[in-house]
């Protein structure tokens, strides 16, 4: 983006456009209240509208004088404002015609269309928000589980910045040290020895202060994963074994058919629910047999390809029904994933005993009976799932920073200089050397808040959010 166009006023819809209670038209810029005023009429005309107040009144046409919406408008002066600069925000009714003719008047007025994510993008070359933030924003916009939520809300109040600045700070401090001692360290080292004592407190700051937070930060990238983007659980199954029932159970709702015949499912049908705060995706699939019609088989090909896709396979067998060839392709299938092992329909007799399930299926542990008819075993599924999937990740990630997967790459490649830093100092080499990968690692951090401004990588994260924010 031409950093020039940072000085003209952007104008955009900032709530979805359809019919609703109220629709927001956000302006920013330095003409953003010259241009509202254009077409705002408030009773007394000789207004003048104070910053951070909001005002009753009508949008007029300035051209016909015809009277479009009832409105409140708010005007916020910079820099106490979303992007620092002055921002008007005009509460429309919210409809389709309202919507695009008070935008028509406001672009006609003078502003300008924003692109997706402009708003935010100027927050942030404004200084009031760092890259970090930023990507909370759109993480938090996202977000559809409490602990998703959680984790964008501690990286928008600006924890990681916080933390990135503060190793930064460490690492300018040690740089500075040895950058000091440059000019006379071997005269120095070799007459008082103050080198590398120099070195050995240096190398605990930086371990300490910086490699070590570092690294814990690092290790719950994918139990942080979890969180953000949620579980994957897929259910597989010989025909009939009741895997669509038993995604109708997990959503309580009936999402797909059931019928008594197998082969009922032929697609992947997938839906959404929350377990333990985090958003669970399921996907229930076509049963897997021997000799498939055509359309089957193609469903048997995309279960395959769903469980590559899957965290968790949720292996359901029916436990009324002697165990078969299809049972063992099943088996197959999974191969070693994870897995849990849910033996069902537990309300009819069994047809064979859990023993000689093991025995079937060597390598297999605690297979859970139940019925998916059976509301009680749906909640100790779930709170079983969630025991073994949700609390450690939910405990681990607790009040910590967890990095996303670009924060995680600029984090990787800081911890392999410093890495490299260590082994420096305490083999006593060159501060040269030293501060050349000192530095290399203060520009990784750097990136996370974003300081190099990479016109690219910028563009990368702001157009994914929705013009208007
Ligand atoms: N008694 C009993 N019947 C069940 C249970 N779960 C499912 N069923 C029945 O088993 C039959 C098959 O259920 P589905 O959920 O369609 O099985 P499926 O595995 O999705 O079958 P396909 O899509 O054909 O592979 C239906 O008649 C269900 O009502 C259970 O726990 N107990
Ligand atoms: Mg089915």
């Known amino acids: 983006m031409d950093f020039e166009l940072l000085k003209d006023t952007i104008c955009a819809i900032a709530t979805p456009v359809g019919e609703a209670g109220i629709g927001l038209i956000r302006l920013s810029g330095p003409e953003a209240l010259e241009t509202a005023r254009k077409i705002f009429r408030h009773k007394d005309p000789d207004l003048v509208l104070r910053s951070h ?34 921002v008007v925000e005009i509460n429309c009714h919210s409809g389709y015609a309202v919507l695009d003719r008070v935008l028509g008047l406001v672009l006609a007025a003078g502003a300008r ?25 759109i993480e938090m916009i996202r977000s559809r589980s409490e602990q998703g939520l959680l984790l964008a809300n501690r990286h928008l109040r600006g924890d990681f910045r916080q933390l990135v600045e503060d190793w930064l700070e460490i690492l300018a401090q040690a740089q500075s040290h040895i950058e000091a001692l440059i000019d006379f360290s071997e005269d120095l080292a ?53 895997k669509s029932s038993m995604l109708n159970a997990l959503l309580g709702k009936d999402r797909a058919i059931v019928t008594a015949a197998p082969g009922t499912t032929r697609d992947v049908i997938e839906d959404t629910f929350v377990l333990g705060g985090v958003q669970v995706r399921v996907l229930d699939t076509a049963g897997i047999r021997g000799e498939p019609d055509e359309i089957e088989s193609r469903g048997i090909e995309m279960t395959i390809r769903s469980l590559s896709q899957a965290d968790v396979a949720l292996w359901l067998i029916d436990h009324s029904r002697p165990l078969s060839g299809e049972d063992r392709r099943v088996f197959e299938a999974i191969g070693d994933r994870p897995c849990v092992v849910l033996l069902n329909k537990s309300d009819l007799p069994p047809a064979f005993s859990v023993e000689s399930l093991k025995e079937h299926f060597s390598g297999l542990s605690g297979p859970l009976s139940l019925s998916a008819k059976n509301p009680l075993d749906i909640d100790g599924l779930k709170a079983r799932l969630t025991e073994a999937f ?68 910028l563009d990368r994260i702001f157009l994914q959010f929705c013009v208007g924010k």
């Open 53 to 86: 107040t909001l005002r009753y009144g009508w949008i007029v046409d300035p051209v016909s004088g015809e009277l479009v919406d009832e409105v409140l408008m708010s005007y916020m002066a910079g820099p106490r404002t979303y992007t620092c600069e002055d």
């Open 113 to 137: 269309l924003a692109q997706p994510g402009e708003f935010t993008r100027r927050a942030f070359l404004n200084g009031r928000i760092d890259l970090s933030q930023a990507e909370a924003v």
């Open 190 to 242: 070799e007459e008082t020895g103050q080198e590398p004592s120099l070195y050995e407190s240096l190398l605990e700051k930086v371990v300490e202060g910086v490699a070590r937070p570092l690294r814990s930060a690092l290790n719950l990238f994918e139990e942080g994963r979890v969180l953000r983007d949620g579980l994957t659980f897929v259910l597989v199954g010989k025909p009939n074994v009741g």
């Open 390 to 457: 949700i609390r450690k990740p939910v405990k681990n990630c607790g009040s910590q920073i967890v990095p996303n997967i670009r924060q995680k790459e600029c984090l990787e490649g800081a911890m392999n200089s410093l890495s490299k830093a260590e082994e420096l100092l305490r083999s006593n080499a060159y501060g040269e050397l030293i501060s050349f990968e000192m530095e290399s690692a203060r520009k990784q951090l750097e990136a996370i808040l974003g300081r190099s401004h990479d016109v690219e990588l």
